[in-house]
């Protein structure tokens, strides 16, 4: 049968391209395939770039970190998955001079050093810098500037360290995996790891970090990583690029989330496009299905043409949508190759396996519930018009089709707070606008009835059919209302990022103040030009119990707090609350009453790690002292400023007697930079850290970010503009006949022209509407539970909106519609008789 039925399918389907009936459908399938497959490459190779970029923090890919030299198996592992790998022990110890002697952070590097990133170097402090090739060699080091200051030594010097005598060959100016490590008190030296037995310096009980650094392509990272995570022991962590930058996790965290959004966007729209050219499609096709029942056809076997015929234009929509796809993601990657990073990896298959996912989405889901209703038609129709109900088993197509496009939503976002969001904010907002817009409708009707002849005529067409007025209202509304929320969230998207990172925002740390220094510090900053934030009194403490129970009964491996108990805290006293601080519990010390004994307040993901809640008792060693604190709040922190933030602030007085330094964080414009040589010549004691070279790596990522946002914006409107052709031309037949029929009566081209443009001006307005209104009720959700961002109502869209949805569709009204006035009326009426 099958043998058959495709010759003549294949000849009923060529007939119908020829006369232009499948075209509508073929491209908004095509556009479905187009728009998933290009945005997932594009995003795809973007978002694992900017991880590549992101990577260059943690110095690789993956880094495991242990107190303890790591088991050779989990080198031997790592070589067997084809993962590059080098070593790094960390430890601090005194480094001397013949005169002076300074405790530093010592990283001894084994070759390969670093795995992502790099390493740079100068020859004199404050000079030029340049990138280092390789690391150390033996029997020299790199040192950090300042402890040249420190020591008393130049370069070609020789510095001690523990039995060894190293000569100082450069002055160590940028590692790739300092970022998280800001708070560093002592000076920074880097040696070759083969010198490090020399030193003899690493002893048993000696406080020791060992670190394995890996990279390599991500199967073969998430198998080794698979691997190895059941059997890391308690003192053992495996990092990656989003657990050790809070900044970089959060920048790709809320880019993945907005191309994912976008996406989703996107393939909406194509899939309301595929569903408004079937429906056309099968509306047309009636008469045929008639016919060939009447010519002994059974129902099954008219349908099996149909669906035949369907079937092989999704073959063929899914194959262009594809290669089309993945060609414009090449000209994209070529037209910004100047923007993006320069190894950018290669596109894998995902992309593909997406696109046509997509495509039988949109064929199976939006296409084949219109046309099931071919097979329904009875033969009398050739004789009367009335028209087979839609099936029972269509609606269940319709629903298979919606948990399909919910599962590619979940794909797109890898969120499910998100999705949900969505889905649950689009099918409320469409019930609540489809109600909206029936009523809008009455309401207009009534005012348009003693308006002029042509508001007449076009306000008729609409209440005509108020329910499919309504659909086509709700159809312009999605299209609108797309377009407005992602454009809403790329605009508030990257205000926040910009606000993460100004222009101004600090590139120095300044530590290890002395506090009778703090007049003077602070007159010499203002000196230089620096713009200072607030200077924080540090001590460094242990937190060691909670409730009087040991902290390490309270926490889970590779928590925050498991991290935070491992290692002193920079604690701190405050009187006011920091700016960029808000209580989620609790009160601030001035709305407390007296009280004799000492309070604490804790950041809130650490209070939530370690589950301490107001009212519970911390204690802290400091300096061989133990402070006993009671959490009187709970404070949510932005650790995305670069400004100084602590885990833990204590009520003034609190620490008064234990020693301690000021710490704070400074902007200076990079033309005023030879300040600095006042500052470490006035104040020797003094750390300073310089983050500029991190600040324009996430200022970097933040701008591929930017434009991938920019261009994922265009396939939205491409798809949008999409759904309006295919609404446009799924109710042009009907117009055709009206208009044909309003000439024979007399009216005027002119006239009809009005009073199309009137028409959709008016759907447009409504549209716009009814838009403006969905869109505040998704992005309040997506704000509220995905986004973790601070909604606030867009009043000048509400004006823009329906406006812009007035000009836009009642332009693409007019000009999808000039075939009402330009055809024959008599040609017309002729065809339809």
């Not at 479905?32 to 290009?38: F, I, K, Q, R």
């Not at 009636?286 to 002994?296: E, F, H, Q, V």
């Not at 009280?595 to 307040?601: E, F, K, L, P």
């Not at 443009?757 to 869109?775: P, S, Y």
């Amino acid at each position: 049968m099958m043998n058959r039925d495709l010759p003549l399918a294949s000849r009923l389907l060529l007939r119908e391209w020829r006369a232009g009936e499948l075209r509508i459908m073929l491209l908004a399938l095509v556009i479905a395939v187009l728009v998933s497959t290009a945005i997932s490459f594009f995003t795809d190779r973007l978002q694992r770039g900017m991880a590549t970029r992101a990577a260059e923090f943690l110095g690789a890919d993956m880094r495991i970190s242990s107190r303890e030299p790591l088991p050779e198996e989990y080198l031997q592992e790592a070589i067997n998955n084809n993962l590059q790998h080098t070593d790094i022990v960390d430890f601090s110890s005194v480094t001397s001079s013949a005169s002076e002697m300074q405790l530093s952070s010592i990283k001894a590097v084994g070759p390969g050093y670093p795995l992502r990133g790099e390493v740079r170097t100068s020859q004199q402090q404050f000079g030029g810098e340049q990138v280092a090739a390789g690391i150390p060699e033996g029997g020299t080091l790199w040192i950090e500037p300042r402890l040249l200051n420190v020591l008393g030594l130049a370069i070609g010097d020789q510095l001690e360290i523990g039995y060894a005598q190293l000569r100082i060959a450069a002055l160590l100016t940028h590692e790739p995996d300092r970022a998280g490590d800001f708070y560093s008190l002592t000076p920074r030296v880097l040696m070759n790891l083969d010198d490090l037995q020399a030193t003899r310096v690493v002893q048993p009980g000696s406080r020791v970090r060992y670190r394995l650094l890996l990279s390599g392509n991500e199967a073969d990272l998430q198998a080794y990583r698979q691997w190895l995570e059941p059997r890391l022991e308690d003192h053992q962590r495996l990092t990656s690029v989003a657990d050790d930058n809070r900044q970089i996790g959060s920048a790709l965290e809320r880019s993945n989330q907005f191309l994912g959004l976008a996406s989703i966007a996107a393939v909406v729209l194509a899939g309301v496009a595929v569903a408004l050219s079937a429906s056309r499609f099968a509306s047309r096709h009636y008469d045929t299905s008639a016919l060939l029942r009447c010519l002994g056809a059974s129902r099954r076997r008219a349908l099996r043409l149909f669906l035949i015929q369907l079937l092989g234009l999704g073959i063929v929509a899914t194959l262009i949508g594809l290669l089309l796809g993945w060609l414009m993601q090449w000209g994209l990657v070529h037209l910004l190759r100047e923007l993006l990073p320069p190894d950018l990896p290669q596109a894998g298959i995902k992309p593909l396996l997406v696109g046509t996912a997509t495509g039988l989405v949109g064929l199976l889901g939006f296409a084949l519930p219109p046309l099931l209703r071919l097979g329904r038609v009875s033969p009398l129709r050739v004789l009367r018009r009335e028209l087979t109900p839609l099936p029972g088993s269509a609606w269940l197509i319709y629903g298979l089709a919606l948990g399909g496009l919910s599962l590619l939503m979940w794909q797109f976002t890898g969120n499910l707070p998100m999705t949900l969001a969505v889905i649950f904010g689009g099918a409320l907002a469409a019930l609540l606008l489809g109600s909206l817009a029936w009523a809008l409708l009455q309401a207009s009707g009534k005012r348009l009835r003693n308006a002029s002849l042509a508001w007449r005529l076009g306000s008729g067409q609409l209440l005509k059919q108020p329910s499919a007025a309504a659909g086509q209202i709700l159809a312009f509304g999605l299209i609108l209302m797309s377009m407005v929320v992602i454009f809403i969230l790329r605009t508030e998207l990257l205000d926040s990022w910009q606000a993460q990172l100004p222009e101004d925002a600090p590139n120095h740390f300044a530590l290890n103040i002395l506090p009778a220094e703090e007049p003077a510090f602070r007159q010499t900053l203002a000196d230089i030009g620096a713009r200072s934030a607030p200077l924080y009194p540090v001590a460094p403490g242990r937190l060691t119990a909670i409730n009087g129970e040991a902290v390490r009964e309270h926490v889970t491996k590779d928590s925050p707090g498991e991290r935070a108990i491992n290692r002193d805290l920079s604690l701190t006293w405050a009187a006011d609350l920091a700016p960029d601080n808000v209580l989620r519990d609790g009160q601030w010390w001035d709305q407390l009453p007296a009280s004799d004994g000492h309070r604490v307040s804790i950041e809130a993901e650490l209070a939530d790690s370690l589950g301490v809640s107001l009212g519970d008792q911390l204690s802290f060693l400091i300096s061989g002292a133990t402070v006993e604190a009671e959490v009187s709040s709970v404070r949510e922190v932005n650790w995305d400023n670069f400004t100084p933030n602590f885990y833990m602030v204590f009520s003034p007085g609190a620490l008064d007697g234990l020693p301690s330094t000021l710490l704070t964080s400074f902007h200076l414009p990079p033309e005023q930079r030879e300040g600095l040589r006042e500052l470490t010549r006035t104040f020797p004691a003094m750390t300073l850290l310089e983050v500029e070279a991190i600040l324009q790596q996430l200022r970097e990522i933040l701008d591929q970010v930017t434009l991938a946002v920019e261009y994922v914006l265009v396939f939205v409107l491409l798809a949008g503009f999409t759904v309006l052709f295919a609404s446009l031309q799924s109710t042009l037949d009907t117009r055709l006949y009206e208009g044909a029929l309003l000439r024979t009566l007399g009216a005027r081209r002119q006239l009809l022209r009005q009073a199309n443009r009137l028409e959709f001006a008016l759907l447009g307005a409504l549209a716009g509407l009814l838009a403006i209104v969905a869109a505040e009720l998704i992005t309040w959700l997506l704000y509220r539970y995905a986004l973790d961002l601070q909604w606030q109502p867009h009043y000048l869209l509400w004006l823009l909106v329906p406006l812009g949805g007035a000009l836009l569709i009642g332009l693409a009204g007019a000009l999808g519609t000039r075939a009402v006035v330009n055809q024959s009326p008599m040609k017309l009426i002729n065809r339809g008789a």
